[in-house]
């Protein structure tokens, strides 16, 4: 049975460029994003990771975690990150696991046999500090991913987590957010004092609650 949202992450213990890491405790009470690549040395793998590590300091202000996975050996890894740290213009940080045996790609449904019976496709995978899975996004070999995207969804997940709201299509932080529709409208002026403008009964915005 592949992994579905709300689930709990699996754990696992790997060689990575960083060492053995236990995902668990890597991740401690932080959030974390899991993504796999199909192979090293790799036009848009490079510069996937490569923008991954650009956006270190966006990664780390969000408190998540990064750790990219690939089938590939670690002395393979540790040559590639050379190339991406050169061509990319960047310091590749986060650990790279090496799943030679396949064991955290089968775990997380990170092989998808009609496309690539050898390589893991892009799968992408948020994970809250309470190890459930938030987010799992999967892109084929041949389209990069938008790391942006991921830190607008982070973003969302992150305050929809702590406030009775949801954010809508193409929403970006500081625009307004949409209130949940289990409150009432008495309860919603309560506990959204900037203001709920109500177009629907269903459909109420009010400003980001946490600025
Ligand atoms: C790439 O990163 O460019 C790539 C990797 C595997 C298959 C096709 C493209």
């Known amino acids: 049975m592949s992994l579905r949202l709300g689930d709990i992450a699996p754990d696992f213990t790997a060689e990575t460029t960083s060492g053995r890491i236990n995902f668990y405790e890597f991740l401690g009470n932080s959030w974390g994003v899991l993504f796999s690549h199909p192979a090293d040395?790799?036009?848009?793998?490079?510069?996937?990771?490569?923008?991954t590590a650009l956006l270190?300091?966006?990664?780390?202000?969000?408190?998540?975690?990064?750790?990219?996975?690939?089938?590939?050996?670690?002395?393979?890894?540790?040559?590639?990150?050379k190339d991406i740290n050169e061509t990319q213009n960047t310091d590749v940080q986060f650990p790279i696991i090496?799943?030679?045996?396949?064991?955290?790609?089968?775990?997380?449904g990170m092989i998808h046999p009609n496309a690539s019976e050898n390589f893991t496709v892009r799968s992408l995978f948020v994970i809250?500090?309470?190890k459930k899975v938030k987010l799992m996004i999967?892109?084929?070999?041949?389209?990069?991913?938008?790391?942006?995207?991921?830190?607008?969804?982070?973003?969302s997940l992150q305050l929809t987590a702590n406030y009775s709201v949801s954010t809508p299509a193409d929403w970006k932080p500081t625009e307004d957010v949409i209130v949940s529709t289990a409150l009432s409208n008495e309860d919603a002026e309560k506990?959204?004092?900037?203001?709920?403008k109500v177009v629907k009964p269903y459909l109420r915005y009010t400003p980001q609650p946490d600025l």
């Open 191 to 196: 506990k959204f004092p900037k203001g709920v």
């Open 98 to 108: 090496a799943d030679e045996d396949r064991k955290v790609a089968t775990a997380y």
């Open 128 to 130: 809250g500090p309470d």
């Open 56 to 81: 270190k300091d966006e990664f780390d202000k969000r408190n998540v975690k990064v750790l990219a996975v690939s089938v590939d050996p670690l002395e393979k890894h540790k040559g590639w990150v």
């Open 41 to 51: 040395f790799t036009p848009v793998c490079t510069t996937e990771l490569g923008k």
């Open 138 to 155: 999967t892109y084929p070999a041949s389209t990069g991913r938008n790391f942006n995207e991921v830190l607008r969804v982070i973003d």
